[in-house]
């Protein structure tokens, strides 16, 4: 299996705020990487997917970049809704797997 | 806009079987290039891809779940379903179903179905 492990698993930052999240595959999976938001009591989102590529209707303050087994996600110019927690997945292999999250508190 | 709805029993006993099942509108589940999957996530935790299921009826299974769980479709009822062998307390978690576009991400999921395993 493809292990995803993300970083940091918490961050605390402020509105306005720029902030990354890292996502490592433990093998190579080309730019076959998508990024989800998911709220309390919700299904989970889809932000991002083949690593760089906006979903249609999400915010361009969300990006996301790398290939190969680094990945990134950024939320620019930080808005009270983007407080939640983000995962990785990926759709290059079977299994399909999803990195551990990371949360997104408000400071 | 297509729609998922996940139905099936909050409540199941250990050994027993979950049977859950995924009511798709707004779209026809036998057509286009999409699969249908299952997603797990116990309180707190991560998400567990369970597996997905193909229009032509061809299922992918998550080989730590494999020998417990089938995922058929029906597309005359616009549905896919998961039934979940030799529950224990381990299973406890929230369901949802969701379409895969293939090789980019799950893009549309249902709101979820709790599902607590216990005498």
């Known amino acids: 299996d493809i292990q995803l492990t993300q970083s940091p698993s918490f961050l605390s930052a402020s509105v306005g705020d720029r902030v990354t999240i890292t996502c490592r595959a433990s093998?190579?999976?080309?730019?076959?990487l998508a990024w989800y938001q998911q709220k309390p009591g919700k299904a989970p989102k889809l932000l991002i997917y083949?690593?760089?590529t906006l979903e249609s209707g999400v915010p361009p303050r969300f990006s996301g970049s790398g290939s190969g087994t680094v990945f990134t996600l950024t939320i620019t110019n930080l808005q009270p809704e983007d407080f939640a927690t983000y995962y990785c997945q990926q759709p290059y292999n079977y299994p399909l797997t999803f990195g551990g999250g990371t949360k997104v508190e408000i400071k | 806009q297509v729609q998922l709805q996940e139905s099936g029993p909050g409540l199941v006993k250990p050994s027993q079987t979950l049977s859950l099942t995924c009511t798709v509108s707004g779209g026809s589940i036998g057509s286009g290039s999409y699969y249908w999957s299952w997603v797990r996530q116990p309180a707190g935790q991560g998400l567990e891809w369970i597996g997905h299921?193909?229009?032509?009826?061809?299922?992918?299974?998550n080989p730590s779940l494999q020998s417990r769980i089938t995922i058929s479709i029906d597309t005359s009822r616009n549905r896919f379903s998961l039934n979940l062998t030799s529950l224990t307390a381990a299973d406890t978690a929230m369901y949802f179903c969701a379409r895969v576009r293939f090789g980019q991400g799950l893009d549309h999921w249902g709101q979820g179905t709790l599902v607590t395993v216990s005498s």
């Open positions: 083949l690593a760089s």
């Open positions: 093998q190579g999976i080309r730019s076959y």
């Open positions: 299921i193909y229009h032509s009826g061809s299922p992918t299974y």
